[in-house]
């Protein structure tokens, strides 16, 4: 088979959803318009969900708090291929209680997205003073395309 004729690998937008580390998080505005955020995703494609690290008081948190829908788009790093997924989120934290379990749903998503953190007692007085939430949107639908 010459190269002309090979067959062209289907696109699967769930492995670009997979491999990308910058994303763009749309939320819904309180008077219905979408506010879009850049976030950094961790798609745990086993459990269909998708975490990303955020903090209280910023308006993506107030629109998932007031609307639970979501959309997160990736796009390839050549910019031909994008992916999106779209569902409901659920928040776990902020936390005052640096070994309470909202902070240690963080170091789980760290855990699985990064690997270990050289000093997890820091990692975790960051999360209480930042007031970091985890969200994880629960994937009802993916899709995407590759352009080129």
């Known amino acids: 088979m010459t190269a002309a004729s090979a067959p062209e690998t289907a696109f699967d937008p769930q492995a670009l959803l997979a491999e990308s ?10 008077d219905g318009r979408p506010q879009l955020s850049p976030v950094t995703p961790f798609y745990d494609r086993s459990a269909g969900v998708i975490h990303v690290s955020i903090t209280e008081g910023r308006a993506k948190t107030a629109n998932l708090r007031r609307d639970p829908r979501a959309a997160l788009e990736v796009t390839s790093a050549d910019g031909w291929s994008w992916a999106t997924a779209e569902g409901t989120v659920t ?25 270990e953190h050289p000093d997890w007692a820091e990692y975790r007085a960051v999360m209480v003073a930042d007031r970091r939430v985890l969200m994880t949107l629960h994937i009802d639908k993916v899709y995407g395309a590759k352009i080129r």
């Open 91 to 115: 928040l776990t934290g902020p936390s005052t209680d640096p070994d309470g379990p909202e902070v240690q749903a963080l170091v789980d998503y760290y855990r699985a997205a990064a690997g």
């Open 21 to 30: 580390r910058l994303g763009v998080l749309a939320t819904i505005k309180a």
